[in-house]
């Protein structure tokens, strides 16, 4: 159910994603765009290794046209990423109707906006640069998510295969998980060393990955050790956007602690009350969000850290505990609803992230950003189980972390105070926290407890409907009655059985026919979009062309629209950071076409974007005649320039349209 209700949501966001970036690899493994071998491009598009260059190359082999496989791509990441979530909150909670509400809190509220100061917090694919990052992590946080399960064969294969799809994330699922299994290895022993050969299948499965990877990449050219690790070393320091000192005090960081803070509190106390396979979770989840949290530190040091260290970009891996925040605090939150507090700070939870949907879907109404709440409902959670008498053996640590959350509400209030309503209820919520702590984990009433459970669903069923439309929001919530019907129809014995199965019959072609019809809307809305882009004029011209395209800086996806080798991706330079052997070439490319050097110090105004700013040589292109650019044809073996309208060049024109200009060369004699 959860699985069902989750991908939906997924694919029904995934469809209007758009082109994705790692496509254009696709297109070179499946020899569609022919390179130079000596191209810095090509060397990355063969040696960069993940899954989502191999499974599209396949496709595309096969005759799936690019925008299809974009759209597989993007929807398979999506599906994944919200499966991921819901599990995440199920897997503390076993409540599957909140657990399959929690992918849309996070698209209606957008909690993780604004977030990710190293590398963007993406839960959905849309923007085409995104793809790996959010494949990496949701393949992570989905396996994750399955040891906390209990399932533990399926978690172990995708754990050994997770370095296919991205070797860093992947990796670093690997060396979580390891280490939270050695954390309480004499209890998890019998029932993990059966396993084993499940995750070493997967682990056979990337290796033969990475085998393909290596041959596609045989016959490279050799590149300067030296110079190649100078380049890599200037580009780290003024052109990276990723590897940079991490800021300390920003929401990345108060997501890490916050998650990092609730999560021992309830190892600390309520371990034993929490479901058995979802103390593993809770394990995992400590050494990701404490090692994510150290490593933000270390880049402050950076000087001091191997540069294979830097190349994993250490800043990002804090995006996992960011992300799983929301979904583990929903989870306890409904796991311990039968004390009146955490009820009635649930139903609060639900009932903002309607008014937040409300506001930014229509408009009607102001609420506090998402971050700031839910880091509140942290703290006051956290309250509320050291208020707990069962909570640990000792009231100075409990009294200690009462005291810790109390002083976190006051500081977050005087830090808040441009949202002066949030600042004054957060100082009176802290006062009422006080005042109220004897009874605070008493059970509540018989008639109080369902009208709030009531209430949190009805919150997030509306919020639903209002992001995701009445076909989404209905036909989910009849997906949803059709498994409980299901399970209600097989412990009511037979008088039971003809009525549960008519409804359960009912709610299922209700469901798949409203499912279907939002799904399809959704798919022929991304589908036009990406039609509109790929039939601009120019583009359609430069794909009868012939020979390879030198566009200007940040122009996007050229290669994967026109099925034509770019010289370079201007906007993409970061790709020195994962190949360095291409850092030589590239500067050639820099220096002769562009009038730049990689290790030339940059200048005040420079903006690390990870490659050359808008109008990098701009004034240099203005200048050239025709001579020149017959000149730095022949070298490069380029046959074409693409650039945008504002870009007057002494070329002759093959094509125009509103934003982009296709330039001729001039004919050798």
């Not at 700031?372 to 956290?382: E, H, S």
């Not at 299922?508 to 036009?528: C, H, K």
Request: glycine share 8%; aromatic share 10%; proline share 5%.
């Amino acid at each position: 159910m959860v699985l069902f209700v989750c991908g939906i949501c997924g694919l029904c966001y995934g469809l209007t994603a758009g082109w994705q970036i790692a496509v254009e690899s696709a297109q070179v493994v499946a020899g569609q765009v022919i390179y130079p071998l000596d191209n810095p491009f090509y060397m990355y598009h063969v040696k960069s290794w993940t899954l989502l260059h191999q499974l599209p190359a396949l496709l595309l082999k096969c005759g799936v046209a690019e925008h299809v496989v974009s759209l597989l791509v993007s929807c398979t990441a999506a599906v994944v990423m919200q499966q991921a979530l819901g599990l995440l909150s199920y897997a503390f909670s076993r409540d599957r109707l909140m657990a399959c509400t929690v992918p849309m809190m996070y698209l209606a509220t957008n909690v993780c906006k604004g977030c990710g100061q190293v590398y963007p917090v993406f839960i959905v694919p849309d923007e085409y640069w995104t793809s790996y990052g959010v494949s990496g992590t949701a393949v992570t946080m989905f396996v994750w998510a399955l040891w906390g399960l209990g399932l533990h064969r399926p978690a172990a294969l995708l754990c050994g295969l997770a370095p296919a799809v991205h070797p860093a994330l992947g990796g670093w699922c690997v060396a979580t998980t390891g280490l939270a299994l050695l954390w309480n290895w004499r209890t998890q022993r019998p029932r993990l060393v059966p396993i084993v050969r499940w995750f070493l299948a997967g682990m056979l499965l990337s290796a033969v990955s990475f085998a393909v990877q290596r041959y596609l990449a045989r016959g490279l050219p050799t590149a300067d050790p030296v110079l190649s690790r100078q380049l890599l070393a200037a580009f780290v320091e003024g052109w990276d956007n990723h590897r940079v000192p991490f800021p300390l005090g920003s929401t990345d960081c108060q997501f890490g602690w916050g998650l990092l803070m609730v999560l021992a509190v309830v190892h600390a106390w309520f371990d034993r009350k929490l479901p058995q396979h979802a103390r593993l979770l809770t394990r995992i989840l400590l050494v990701a969000t404490a090692g994510s949290l150290s490593l933000c530190l270390l880049t402050h040091v950076a000087h001091w850290l191997p540069m294979a260290v830097m190349m994993a970009m250490p800043g990002r891996f804090i995006n996992l505990a960011i992300i799983a925040y929301p979904a583990v605090l929903i989870g306890l939150l409904a796991r311990w609803r039968r004390v009146w507090s955490i009820d009635c700070l649930l139903a609060g939870l639900s009932l903002y992230c309607l008014l937040r949907t409300l506001m930014l879907s229509k408009q009607l109404i102001y609420v506090p950003t998402a971050p700031k709440v839910f880091l509140a409902c942290g703290l006051i959670l956290v309250y509320v189980l050291a208020s707990h008498a069962q909570a640990g053996p000792g009231r100075r640590v409990r009294r200690f972390a009462r005291w810790g959350a109390i002083a976190g509400l006051l500081v977050a209030g005087g830090l808040w105070t441009r949202d002066l309503h949030l600042a004054v209820l957060l100082w009176a919520t802290a006062a009422a926290l006080g005042l109220l702590r004897p009874r605070l984990c008493r059970l509540e009433s018989a008639r109080l407890g369902p009208a709030l459970r009531a209430a949190s669903l009805g919150c997030v069923w509306l919020a639903l409907l209002v992001k995701g439309g009445w076909l989404l929001g209905v036909g989910s919530l009849l997906a949803a009655g059709w498994a409980w019907t299901v399970a209600v129809n097989r412990s009511g014995g037979r008088r039971a059985s003809l009525r549960w199965r008519t409804a359960s019959i009912a709610a299922a072609v209700a469901s798949i026919g409203l499912l279907a019809v939002a799904l399809s809307q959704r798919a022929e809305a991304g589908y036009r979009s990406m039609k509109e882009a790929e039939e601009d004029p120019v583009l359609v011209a430069a794909r009868r062309e012939a020979g390879m395209l030198l566009i200007v800086p940040r122009m996007c996806l050229v290669q994967l629209r026109t099925r034509r080798p770019v010289l370079l991706n201007g906007e993409a330079m970061n790709q020195i950071t994962y190949v360095p052997a291409s850092g030589p070439a590239m500067n050639n490319i820099v220096k002769r076409i562009y009038g730049d050097d990689i290790l030339t110090p940059r200048p005040p105004s420079w903006q690390n974007w990870g490659g050359l700013m808008q109008h990098s040589g701009y004034p240099l292109w203005q200048s050239r005649d025709p001579a020149t650019w017959a000149e730095l044809a022949r070298e490069f073996g380029f046959t074409n320039v693409l650039a945008g309208r504002e870009w007057n060049l002494q070329l002759p024109v093959v094509a125009r349209s509103e934003k982009l200009i296709l330039y001729g060369l001039p004919k050798s004699d």
